[in-house]
């Protein structure tokens, strides 16, 4: 009876542990045509995170090409995995090195930035990203939206923080990750159905896509411009 009460209470904390989520926000290198770029993420670059993270920790990948216009990033993405020691086990691996250098053939490595989410206690800060929902681990099974804000003049954090911890109190989210800049406000918010409507913070949003969920070999298109996909793994 010992033994099952132990393996019991084992599984329910590996069920509730926070998973590790990692925000890309990579602008395109200059010496870089839209057109490479865009293929060289399609043809090479998806296909290659995939390959190096599955079975090895990697729990959902969730790229996302903006408009390119200039007001915003190139290209966001949310990566979750298991928890931190085994993305770090993949970071530092020998394949993770050259998969880790392969990020400059398309993206600036002076001005892309990657910030790992951390547990929404009531405060929103610059330059750092926050999760409501640490334990939600299963981002393929939910409907993705991503959103693009701009961060105006008049910006409150105390009005967006309000705002974005009222997002506990709907059913139909699942989580959402958010991060502010001095200039913009990227969010991934995880919805449980499909046809759940999308509510914005009370801020300008520049851009909104809900992801389709796809495995890459079954994308009917590449990801083109304000597109992004659930890969399927």
């Known amino acids: 009876m010992k033994i099952l009460i132990t393996i019991f209470f084992i599984l329910a904390a590996s069920s509730t542990r926070a998973s590790h989520n990692q925000l890309w926000v990579g602008f395109k290198k200059k010496d870089v045509s839209t057109v490479k770029f865009i293929n060289g993420l399609n043809n090479s670059f998806f296909k290659e995170t995939i390959g190096i993270g599955k079975g090895k920790g990697l729990l959902a990948y969730q790229p996302y090409i903006t408009n390119m216009n200039g007001e915003v990033p190139d290209g966001v993405v949310l990566i979750t995995y298991e928890n931190e020691e085994r993305y770090n086990a993949i970071k530092s691996s020998p394949e993770g090195e050259r998969y880790g250098k392969s990020h400059w053939d398309y993206f600036d490595k002076e001005t892309s930035i990657r910030i790992a989410a951390q547990l929404y206690q009531g405060a929103l800060t610059e330059d750092a990203a926050f999760e409501l929902a640490p334990a939600f681990h299963d981002w393929q099974k939910g409907t993705t939206h991503v959103a693009i804000y701009a961060r105006n003049p008049d910006f409150e954090f105390i009005k967006t923080a309000e705002a974005f911890n009222d997002l506990k109190k709907r059913k139909e989210v699942n989580n959402s990750v958010l ?18 409507k999308f509510i914005s913070l009370p801020l300008k949003l520049l851009e909104l896509k809900r992801l389709p969920s796809s495995s890459l070999e079954n994308m009917k298109e590449p990801v083109g411009f304000a597109d992004g996909i659930n890969v399927l793994f």
């Not at 991060?179 to 759940?196: Q, V």
């Open 179 to 196: 991060l502010i800049t001095k200039k913009w406000i990227i969010e991934y918010r995880s919805l449980k159905k499909k046809h759940s």
